[in-house]
């Protein structure tokens, strides 16, 4: 079954603007990633959190997690112009041995 | 700080060549995947390895793909007879003894199957 359907699909903001993205899942998951894809290039990872805890900050991210509904969010504060990418959640699906991306969703940060 | 690297960035092929594409993981990593995203859809896991051995792989990855770690740094993914629909972005990851702990995602290589 499918695992981290994002949504938004895109969003356009202005520099300086929150962005808000979530990420929806369906089977019980150990963990939770996301990770920023700019167009055409590799994946960076952001940031992990894991199945036991609620809340994660790094830096101007700060992810949630609410196992009862399957779901996590993504906020970005502050954004900027650089912050312009597609972002994605990829779960474990309780399996070590791959993640299950989502299709994204395609912020575009306006300066 | 320690990267996954992949080569080539970009590789044409023509249909029913043999492709070969290289990843160098993170050094104290001991679990090795291949991804793959065709253009403008999801990142599609393909295969994950463990201990010089496949330790799952989807339905994707049939008989003309392969993977292997030919000596203690390079990790290939090798496809066999290329088809058009094995255009896409491959990403090869990494992660640490912890398993499914952090996957750390090389920069792609391009293929384009003509």
């Known amino acids: 079954s499918q695992q981290g359907e994002e949504d938004p699909q895109a969003l356009s903001i202005q520099e300086g603007e929150n962005a808000t993205m979530n990420c929806s899942y369906k089977?019980?998951?150990?963990?939770l990633q996301w990770y920023r894809q700019n167009s055409g290039r590799g994946l960076v990872h952001l940031i992990l959190?894991?199945?036991?805890?609620r809340e994660k900050h790094s830096g101007r991210l700060r992810v949630t997690l609410d196992t009862s509904k399957k779901s996590s969010s993504l906020l970005i504060t502050a954004s900027r112009a650089a912050d312009t990418a597609s972002y994605f959640c990829?779960?474990?699906?309780?399996?070590?041995?791959?993640?299950?991306f989502g299709s994204g969703t395609k912020l575009n940060v306006k300066p | 700080e320690p990267e996954v690297t992949q080569t080539p960035s970009h590789q044409v092929t023509q249909m029913g060549q043999e492709v070969i594409l290289r990843c160098v993981p993170i050094?104290?990593?001991?679990?090795f995947y291949w991804y793959r995203q065709i253009l403008g859809q999801k990142v599609e896991f393909l295969v994950s390895?463990?201990?010089?051995?496949?330790?799952?792989k989807s339905e994707i990855f049939d008989d003309q793909f392969s993977v292997e770690r030919p000596d203690g740094s390079n990790f290939t993914l090798k496809i066999r007879s290329t088809k058009l629909e094995d255009s896409a972005m491959y990403f090869c990851?990494?992660?640490?003894?912890?398993?499914?702990?952090?996957?750390?995602f090389g920069p792609g290589t391009r293929l384009l199957v003509l």
């Open positions: 990851a990494s992660s640490d003894d912890r398993g499914w702990e952090t996957q750390y």
């Open positions: 089977t019980s998951i150990n963990n």
């Open positions: 959190i894991r199945s036991n805890e």
């Open positions: 990829a779960t474990d699906a309780r399996n070590f041995n791959k993640f299950y």
């Open positions: 050094s104290n990593h001991l679990y």
């Open positions: 390895f463990y201990n010089n051995e496949i330790s799952e």
